[in-house]
């Protein structure tokens, strides 16, 4: 509920903020920055692309990871803290379900398929298989590039794997 972004004024505006509403009706909710937005956009380049999260997920590339899976993996890090000893919550860690939309969908339903303490999904303006999304439009943010991937499976395939790790 805090507008950090520019953008961020016009998604209160129209009721956009989940978590503050999640909150609201007594629910645990967390939030986190995706790396390559806003306050954790990359800011020390000589010179930087038009695109916010490119730099970050073609510096990512180089290193054989990916932003997806730099984002998955966050998100179970934070699983990992908040059923931690370390924290001053109490959380029941059977009940643990994520929301994302756009980029944020795409990256929930990643980590859901890895990592099976977590037991849903609500993925918003995101599903679609990967062929007919990145692979006619293209990709210019790096967001969604995971090398390989259409080898192996499609959006389809990851949906399976939720539904698998989540019965």
């Known amino acids: 509920g805090e507008a950090k972004v520019p953008i961020d004024h016009q998604r209160i ?53 990916s932003l997806m899976g730099n984002s998955a993996t966050e998100i179970s890090y ?38 099976k303490r977590i037991k849903g999904t609500l993925a918003s303006g995101s599903v679609g298989p990967v062929r007919q999304t990145f692979g006619a439009r293209g990709c210019g943010s790096g967001e969604g590039i995971v090398p390989g991937f259409l080898k192996w499976l499609d959006t389809n395939d990851i949906i399976s794997l939720i539904s698998m790790i989540i019965q």
Do not use: M
């Not at 380049?45 to 695109?51: F, V």
């Not at 931690?84 to 859901?112: D, R, W």
């Open 78 to 115: 934070i699983i990992d803290w908040l059923c931690s000893k370390n924290n001053s919550f109490s959380i029941n860690k059977s009940n643990i379900y994520l929301y994302g939309h756009s980029s944020g969908g795409t990256i929930v339903q990643f980590a859901a398929a890895l990592d």
């Open 13 to 65: 505006f129209i009721g956009a903020d989940i978590a503050k509403q999640a909150a609201e009706k007594g629910y645990l909710a967390v939030t986190f920055e995706q790396a390559g937005y806003g306050e954790r956009l990359e800011r020390k380049l000589p010179k930087q692309s038009n695109n916010r999260t490119i730099d970050f997920a073609n510096h990512l590339l180089l290193l054989g990871k």
